[in-house]
């Protein structure tokens, strides 16, 4: 393969709902290019895109493949995305370094529900998007209802270049409204006769010519005024008042075609290449300050890698884009993020696993290398002083479980496959909570986990899910006083430690602590010392030494400070994390040979969880600033199933025929939200979720937790 310049390269990510086509379309670009003289297919489990076991098994994406296709002395790099929402990152990864999507909409459904989705993330990333019709050849399609669904629900303007002749079983005719020509199939390969357009379609296709036409102008006052006097304009005219256009999200060109026949392909790739950008004119990359890097080919060298996959018998393979300059085979490349060069030892042109060795790409072409030993997707490589690229934004996890190997001996080898599994995918999130004691696994869906689970199958480890435990905090809502006398003899040397001490709730800016009463005194108590810790699970302890006359020596001060803290990591009521608590030690007692370290340790333990019991407990939880993105029709079943979620509806904006409701809701009820939510809106609604607080939970609630950690204290 020769190598291409910056200007004669496209990036194009096929992005879509689940059946839309989009491998298929992938398949019929390939051939159109000649990289394959026969097409494979998706049922047939031999296409370029799903090219692994587990796709060919499924017949489905699973993971964002790269594609490459030579025509008419252009490169273009294809990425085919999967369709299922649960499996956006491939998406994501693909807008990241892909100047274009390419929506393909399914002929026989119209603009659907996955449509609806795709163009919401293409909106998220502002990516410019050209739509394709695919599978009209299909028995039932129609085109009016096809072109009314457009207009009704595609967010960007449908602006129509094709529409279909003969849409359905029959489908072998195009109207192409910016050539002006009827485009006629001749074969399944592709071959095809340009003819004039009949006088039947004559009117309709002077009506879309027309409104192609004023699209093209209408961002550019002269093109406006020209158009209007004369109603048209020249060919370099309407392509500039295209790319403009798409360029700015205005609206979006849609194309029709058959990808099993092959028909209507060539048109697609040639209005690629007359209208629309080159990475060098396309939006540019930014760095993490925020920074364009242009796609220039004289500058330094640097990659971001998008894609990291391990593959039998090859080890580890990075996909890469060059962001600017040339990459060379035998280049080494530095990674700022760790300080570490790579030596980029080959690089290949990439059609699934069908790879080409090349010696160099420049900015802008998409590649892969293999073996890189310390870099990862999200990575930048690059020569001198490289400017990190912004990672892939990838949307927060929407559920969450927690798994375990059924054998403790696999715990290890299951810990090295979750970690590999999260590399290839990075909307995977792994860790393990010391609090909880259990593996927490997240994931965008149902979906998602049990493709998690399908993976680990693979491994031969047995493993189980399960609903993920809360991590609740505990905290005090009054002031309480307690001692505890801690006494051991048992011949020798006996232990002795004595701890008095006052607890109360913590809030910012409260005023220092002066007297209290304790046991129907007034107690004044005379501050020796202070100490303040932020927690690692939020909140604070302030810690104060009000001991006077020497009732414990101070070198005990440290360890009453330790048994407090244990008890903090293990509180009194659930055994969670405890928080924002005062404690003053204003007395106690010690003894000249049996008091020791571990004696006020005991000590201070037990006199804390008296106090903390006897100081209003409760129990907080975590709450969760949640967003849901939910056509209009559907409001009042969400609102309903929030509510029965303990949720707080906190606000409603309306945004075309959708709605973003924001509630207030509890993480213990929202295990399985998302899969709850596709049911009752078919999978048109989405959400996110970001923590918020902890509050306080009901007293019905907290009498559970409490019966509950009773039983599990019992049980062990």
């Known amino acids: 393969m020769k190598t291409y310049q910056t200007k004669d390269l496209r990036n194009v990510a096929i992005v879509g709902g689940a059946g839309s086509g989009k491998t298929t379309l992938a398949e019929a670009l390939a051939f159109e290019g000649k990289l394959i003289d026969r097409k494979g297919s998706v049922d047939a489990g031999n296409s370029l895109s799903d090219n692994t076991e587990l796709e060919q098994a499924q017949k489905r994406s699973i993971y964002p493949t790269v594609l490459y296709t030579e025509f008419q002395n252009h490169k273009f790099n294809f990425i085919d995305t999967p369709g299922v929402d649960d499996l956006c990152g491939g998406a994501f990864s693909a807008y990241k370094v892909c100047d274009l999507a390419a929506l393909v909409i399914n002929g026989h459904d119209g603009f659907d529900v996955g449509s609806e989705i795709h163009s919401r993330y293409a909106a998220q990333v502002k990516a410019p998007v050209v739509g394709i019709i695919s599978q009209l050849d299909r028995e039932g399609s129609n085109w009016d209802q096809i072109y009314e669904s ?423 009521l659930t055994g969670s994390y405890a928080r924002d608590i005062r404690v003053i030690i204003y007395d106690g007692k010690m003894h000249p040979v049996d008091s020791n370290e571990i004696s006020f340790v005991l000590a201070a333990r037990n006199a804390f969880k008296e106090a903390f019991r006897n100081a209003g407990p409760k129990i907080l939880e975590p709450i969760y600033d949640v967003e849901v993105f939910v056509p209009s029709e559907n409001m009042g079943d969400i609102m309903s199933d929030l509510n029965g979620r303990r949720a707080t509806i906190m606000g409603m904006n309306a945004e075309g025929k959708y709605s973003k409701l924001s509630a207030k809701v509890p993480l213990a009820e929202l295990y399985r939200y998302s899969t709850t939510l596709s049911a009752l809106t078919l999978g048109r609604a989405s959400y996110t979720m970001e923590f918020a607080s902890y509050e306080q939970v009901p007293a019905d609630v907290q009498d559970k937790l409490l019966k509950a950690y009773q039983e599990e204290e019992k049980d062990e």
């Open 150 to 572: 457009l207009k009704s629900n595609s967010p960007i303007s449908p602006v129509i270049v094709q529409y279909p002749v003969n849409a359905g079983a029959g489908f072998d005719a195009i109207v192409d409204v910016l050539t002006m020509k009827m485009y006629k199939a001749k074969d399944e390969n592709g071959n095809q006769e340009v003819l004039d357009i009949p006088a039947s379609e004559a009117d309709r296709a002077e009506e879309f010519h027309s409104a192609l036409l004023e699209a093209a102008a209408i961002n550019d006052e002269a093109l406006m005024e020209k158009f209007f006097e004369t109603n048209d304009l020249t060919p370099d005219e309407i392509r500039q008042g295209l790319r403009d256009g798409v360029a700015g999200r205005d609206f979006m060109p849609v194309f029709c075609c058959s990808a099993k026949k092959s028909f209507g392909i060539k048109r697609i790739l040639e209005f690629i290449i007359n209208v629309l950008p080159d990475p060098a004119s396309a939006r540019p990359m930014t760095d993490v300050e925020g920074n364009a890097v242009a796609a220039d080919a004289n500058a330094a060298t640097s990659i971001f890698v998008f894609r990291s996959a391990v593959e039998q018998h090859v080890g580890e393979v990075s996909y890469f884009r060059v962001v600017s300059g040339k990459l060379t085979e035998g280049m080494e490349l530095t990674n700022p993020r760790n300080g570490n060069k790579e030596k980029i030892s080959q690089i290949f042109a990439v059609a699934g696993k069908k790879r080409e060795k090349v010696s160099e790409m420049v900015a802008g072409d998409i590649g892969c290398t293999v073996k890189l030993k310390n870099t990862k997707a999200n990575d930048t490589l690059g020569v001198g002083d490289v400017a990190e690229i912004s990672p892939i934004a990838f949307p927060a996890p929407r559920y969450r479980a927690a798994i375990k190997a059924t054998d403790q001996n696999n715990e290890e080898k299951l810990g090295e496959l979750l970690n590999r599994i999260k590399q290839e995918d990075l909307t995977y999130k792994v860790e393990y909570s010391k609090e909880l004691k259990q593996t927490i696994v997240q994931g965008q869906g149902e979906t998602h986990i049990n493709l998690l689970k399908t993976l680990v199958a693979a491994q031969k480890i047995d493993v189980e899910f399960s609903a993920p435990k809360i991590p609740y905090r505990e905290t005090i809502t009054k002031v309480a006083a307690a001692n505890y006398r801690h006494k051991k003899q048992s011949g020798g040397s006996g232990q002795f430690g004595e701890v008095h001490m006052i607890v109360e709730p913590y809030y910012e800016g409260m005023p220092e602590p002066s007297k209290y009463k304790v046991d129907g005194r007034e107690l004044i108590v005379n501050i020796k010392g202070k100490e303040e810790y932020t927690l690692d699970w939020g909140g604070k302890l302030i810690y104060y030494n009000a001991i006077v006359g020497g009732a414990i020596d101070a070198r005990f001060m440290p360890a009453i400070l330790k048994g407090i803290r244990e008890k903090l990591n293990e509180g009194p």
